[in-house]
């Protein structure tokens, strides 16, 4: 079984460094093909077309070993994420426009999804999931903006210093915070055990909170400092944190929430240092990107079903791809203008904010898991995903954006912005 294991892993590789490669000579991040290779590698492609070789080279009993690798990417990357995330800086002003698209950008595709759930709930629900866990859920995972994805965009555009660009990733901060807790509670809620269950779920994650911030937080800002002052943790102080990390994602898992979210919170708690953040880049988030995560993607397509095309299936994946589109375009593209960006940037707000890309497919795996959603469902979502990010490029340079960190003027002029 090792040696499967290892083939497998070495196929998932192959597959998700073609598929990246491929996309990036079409302008998209590559990581947008590793997650389309995962889609290749599931029933709905490579099972369709060679059953018998797909059943040989993952056969349902590997899938654990594969699963835990999984489980492994999801936490380092999730780790990263809380790590490198910074709260906005700089005027009142700039910090009230990001949180009026923030806002705007998650309440009106929230709202739009809480609309058309009554018309998704009967046939792509699992039974036994009550409408309201489900629309809620449905809101909040179309309610995402995939904050990494979205600055691997600006970076490669050099958009990352412009004002749409700053606007952008701290909205896109403030709304993957928000989106955690929010997606956190509603897990605790589904959860079994009823009330008394909630509740013991609900305070374990108060203290575990109390632990992290007022605990672990002052203790690893002393250690960094003592052992790490240039910003390079040593293998101990490596070591160190890594404890802390697993020890966090273990205790949500035990609360029956999910180890992002203690990976998340572990990150969050970190100090905010640049060179902490490219150390723990080159050590750890390489190693999640490139091994791990292609693993996780891989395992995202297993988990797709061709049932999800068959009924009303097409027609349900126009409806929610719409309400994930128009939400995010208005939404953030509002938000911005009320802030006083123009017409043009507005629409490249609205268009930036739209990328979901890996962050809604770990909302969707926190989903599965906790029986929220079916595989049907599972496979509209990913599908939305994975569009919803490729229009971001196209859009970004329709409004008048191109990749140079300059705008298309009306008149065919390029200004700096």
């Known amino acids: ?21 491929l996309l990036a000579r079409f302008g998209q991040p590559r990581v947008i093909g590793e997650m389309a290779a995962g889609i290749l590698l599931g029933p709905i492609v490579f099972g369709a077309a060679l059953p018998d070789l797909h059943a040989a080279l993952f056969p349902a009993e590997s899938l654990p070993g594969l699963s835990a690798l999984s489980t492994l990417g999801l936490v380092l990357f999730m780790f990263v994420i809380g790590a490198e ?14 949180a009026r698209v923030a806002g705007l950008s998650a309440l009106l595709p929230f709202g739009l999804a809480l609309a058309v759930a009554p018309l998704l709930h009967g046939a792509l629900v699992p039974e036994g999931v009550g409408f309201w866990p489900f629309a809620m859920y449905l809101a909040v995972a179309l309610s995402v903006t995939a904050f990494p994805v ?20 701290s909205a896109a901060a403030l709304l993957d915070v928000a989106a955690w807790v929010a997606l956190a509670l509603l897990v605790a809620l ?29 203790l690893f800002a002393w250690l960094l400092h003592r052992h790490a002052a240039d910003g390079k943790p040593s293998g101990t102080v490596l070591a160190a944190l890594l ?4 020890a966090c994602a273990a205790a949500t898992e035990w609360l029956h929430v999910h180890a992002v979210f203690g990976a998340f919170l572990f990150g969050a708690c970190l100090p905010r240092d640049a060179r902490l953040m490219q150390s723990l880049v080159e050590r750890i988030e390489h190693l999640a990107l490139v091994l791990l995560m292609p693993v996780f993607f891989a395992l995202a397509g297993l988990d797709t079903t061709a049932d999800a095309f068959t009924g009303a299936g097409v027609g349900a994946l126009l409806l929610i791809l719409a309400v994930a589109v128009v939400g995010k375009l208005a939404g953030g593209g509002l938000g911005a203008r009320l802030s006083g960006y123009s017409a043009r940037d507005s629409v490249a707000v609205g268009s930036l904010m739209n990328a979901r890309g890996m962050i809604e497919l770990i909302v969707m795996k926190v989903g599965l898991d906790a029986g929220l959603i079916g595989p049907e469902m599972f496979t509209l979502l990913l599908l939305v995903a ?28 390029r200004t700096v912005e």
């Open 1 to 21: 079984m090792a040696g499967l294991l290892l083939f497998q892993i070495a196929v998932i590789l192959v597959a998700a460094r073609l598929c990246g490669l």
């Open 85 to 98: 995330l910074r709260a906005p800086e700089g005027a009142r002003a700039q910090v009230l426009a990001a």
């Open 150 to 169: 979205l600055a691997r965009i600006l970076k490669d555009r050099e958009l990352q210093q412009t004002r749409i660009g700053r606007l952008s990733l």
């Open 190 to 218: 589904t959860g079994d055990g009823g009330y008394a269950g909630l509740m013991r779920t609900l305070v374990g994650l108060a203290l575990l909170l109390v632990v992290i911030f007022a605990g672990l937080k002052p």
């Open 243 to 246: 404890v802390g990390l697993f």
């Open 386 to 413: 994975l569009t919803t990010t490729l229009m971001t490029g196209p859009l970004l340079t329709l409004s008048g954006w191109r990749t140079d960190g300059r705008a298309t003027a009306p008149d065919g002029t």
